[in-house]
């Protein structure tokens, strides 16, 4: 019973939770809380924690983790397998109506409208990173001392470094991350 609780509840959470694993957070926290008292108050701002620290979304590192606390390895694939099969599902049929349409005008017209938003969505978040790597929480500022150096001595050479040689983008920011790490450690 304890099993198909902790299915149910995350498979409604899953559903339900559109627009990020934070704002699965409340869902999360009112099945796991409330409704059920697997877990307390503290014991939930703990999970958040460790799912944030954890790599991969954090409704399902919060799947995962409430699962294994409540019913062992068991409940943790049955609490993760919840969580991830409403996104499974609707993708799906969203891929199978893509294929099955995709022919029509309607459908192009559509896809070619939102390529410019999804540009606009990528850049808008990589330029939010550049100022904020540049210039720090404060954001853009003219005043040149805010600027910091070597932030944008690290970005000049990493875009200099992938565009001249074409290495894979992991090796560049780990060897940045390096540099800059021992940078910082320095200064």
């Not at 017209?109 to 808008?124: C, D, E, K, M, N």
């Amino acid at each position: 019973m304890t099993l198909i609780k902790l299915f149910w509840s995350f498979f409604q959470i899953g559903l339900f939770s559109i627009g990020g694993g934070m704002a699965a957070m409340p869902l999360i926290q009112n099945q796991v809380v409330n409704m059920h008292q697997w877990l307390t108050l503290t014991e939930f701002t703990d999970l958040i924690t460790i799912a944030e620290m954890t790599p991969g979304p954090i409704a399902i590192n919060s799947a995962t983790f409430v699962g294994i606390r409540i019913a062992g390895i068991p409940g943790a694939i049955i609490a993760t397998i919840g969580c991830i099969l409403p996104s499974c599902a609707i993708v799906s049929l969203l891929a199978w109506l893509y294929f099955k349409y995709k022919e029509l005008t309607l459908v192009q017209g559509i896809l070619s409208g939102l390529r410019p938003t999804i540009v606009a969505l990528i850049a808008s978040a990589g330029l939010s990173i550049f100022i904020l790597a540049v210039w720090g929480e404060g954001g853009f500022s003219m005043n040149p001392q805010a600027i910091n150096l070597v932030s944008v001595l690290l970005f000049s050479s990493a875009l200099f470094i992938l565009r001249k040689w074409k290495p894979n983008p992991i090796f560049v920011m780990l060897g940045s991350g390096i540099i800059g790490g021992a940078i910082y450690l320095i200064i």
